[in-house]
T-cell receptor, first 109, second 114 residues
């Protein structure tokens, strides 16, 4: 079993829809990251969370430490949101980052 | 502030050769991490350097090595290349080691091994 699991693996939605991507982990962590990778390969850090909720524009990230679960939400989705969204957790034992496999999101106009 | 830069951006090598990739972190950043990304495996951690010392290492064979210089620039070396080493190699910098330091990624070096 992978230490970090994301769901769904692939998601296709229509422009304007509310999007939720989930991340579950099985290890002790000190922080969780959500990142975005566009087709060209560049990776951008979206959020870094250790508790609660963060919001940036149309993006919202939440984390439940007790349940070892985080969600990334996109409101009013747009085709430019199409990308791979990756969850990564930083282990509390050695600070190493463990990555999820990513969720490929396609937003159709 | 200039972002993380990686050179070269694309590289084609043949099996058995060796390759050196370079990463220049954001000015003032002292931590550099390297990752390998393949379609089947996703992103995998290679190693992390801070102040010229390797602080963390992933589960890769000894053919993969790295170093960091006093100006925080880092190089990664892969010897005796295998077909399976074809991947996107990403480096990321952060201002310090530790839990809450955000990582900034470079554009990556795409290595193809023939």
């Amino acid at each position: 079993k992978n230490e970090v699991e994301q769901s769904p693996q692939n998601l296709t939605a229509q422009e304007g829809e509310f999007i939720t991507i989930n991340c579950s982990y099985s290890v002790g962590i000190s922080a969780l990251h959500w990142l975005q990778q566009h087709p060209g390969g560049g990776i951008v850090s979206l959020f870094m969370l250790s508790s609660g909720k963060k919001k940036h524009g149309r993006l919202i990230a939440t984390i439940n430490i007790q349940e070892k679960h985080s969600s990334l939400h996109i409101t009013a989705s747009h085709p430019r949101d199409s990308a791979v969204y990756i969850c990564a957790v930083r282990l509390d034992s050695n600070y190493q980052l463990i990555w999820g496999a990513g969720t490929k999101l396609i937003i159709k106009p | 502030k200039a972002g993380v830069t990686q050179t070269p951006r694309y590289l084609i090598k043949t099996r058995g050769q060796q390759v050196t990739l370079s990463c220049s972190p954001i000015s003032g950043h002292r931590s550099v991490s390297w990752y390998q990304q393949t379609p089947g495996q996703g992103l995998q951690f290679l190693f992390e350097y801070f102040s010229e010392t390797q602080r963390n290492k992933g589960n890769f064979p000894g053919r993969f090595s790295g170093r960091q210089f006093s100006n925080s620039r880092s190089e990664m070396n892969v010897s005796t290349l295998e077909l399976g080493d074809s991947a996107l190699y990403l480096c990321a910098s952060s201002s310090a080691l530790g839990v809450y330091n955000e990582q900034f990624f470079g554009p990556g070096t795409r290595l193809t091994v023939l």
